[in-house]
T-cell receptor, first 113, second 113 residues
Framework: AQTVTQSQPEMSVQEAETVTLSCTYDTSESNYYLFWYKQPPSRQMILVIRQEAYKQQNATENRFSVNFQKAAKSFSLKISDSQLGDTAMYFCAFMRGTDKLIFGTGTRLQVFP | GAGVSQSPRYKVAKRGQDVALRCDPISGHVSLFWYQQALGQGPEFLTYFQNEAQLDKSGLPSDRFFAERPEGSVSTLKIQRTQQEDSAVYLC???????????FGSGTRLTVV
């Protein structure tokens, strides 16, 4: 069975600084997708970034980028120029082909002014 | 609609009461998912629909949980004889194509007292 592990329950960063959130996963599949979702207090899960496993190039979306290490089964999220609005829970998620999303336990990120 | 709409936003139920949670997905989205998110945890898969067909219900925790999507759009998650352990946020998500990730609603917070 696939599992997703987020080893940092809480992280904090000062506004304008850079922070990296860790995620590792376990799978025997070769074709899959990885996601980072943000969940603010409003509870809505917001897609931050996605990565297709067959692509070697790391995905980037504005201030958000990933470091995808397929052999190590690692998928970390880097947030540059952190903003107060980035304060939220962040969930790493795995999806095999056309199957369901499997989430980690989340990392609570606090951005301080 | 522009997003995934869930109602009610909050529901308090007495133990033993039946509840029905509604999800209105994005128009045209074929896939619809229900997730259960316990306090401090990541969302866990409950069930999946493709149009009106329920293709996977392996995550439903007991036969007290039932989901339907009779016309391939709006979905209802029903919980019979609610118990305290059913207290959680129930998230609905829809997708046009699974590899792109899902769009989530803001969830229904169910509290069983």
């Amino acid at each position: 069975a696939q599992t997703v592990t987020q080893s940092q329950p809480e992280m904090s960063v000062q506004e304008a600084e850079t922070v990296t959130l860790s995620c590792t996963y376990d799978t025997s599949e070769s074709n899959y997708y990885l996601f980072w979702y943000k969940q603010p207090p409003s509870r809505q899960m917001i897609l931050v970034i996605r990565q297709e496993a067959y692509k070697q190039q790391n995905a980037t979306e504005n201030r958000f980028s990933v470091n995808f290490q397929k052999a190590a089964k690692s998928f970390s999220l880097k947030i540059s120029d952190s903003q107060l609005g980035d304060t939220a829970m962040y969930f790493c998620a795995f999806m095999r082909g056309t199957d369901k999303l499997i989430f980690g336990t989340g990392t609570r990120l606090q951005v301080f002014p | 609609g522009a997003g995934v709409s869930q109602s009610p936003r909050y529901k308090v139920a007495k133990r033993g009461q039946d509840v029905a949670l509604r999800c209105d997905p994005i128009s045209g989205h074929v896939s619809l998912f229900w997730y259960q998110q316990a306090l401090g945890q990541g969302p866990e898969f409950l069930t999946y629909f493709q149009n009106e067909a329920q293709l996977d219900k392996s995550g439903l925790p007991s036969d007290r949980f039932f989901a339907e999507r009779p016309e391939g759009s709006v979905s209802t998650l029903k919980i019979q004889r609610t118990q305290q352990e059913d207290s959680a946020v129930y998230l609905c998500a829809s997708s046009l194509s699974q590899g792109l990730g899902y769009t989530f609603g803001s969830g229904t917070r169910l509290t069983v007292v």
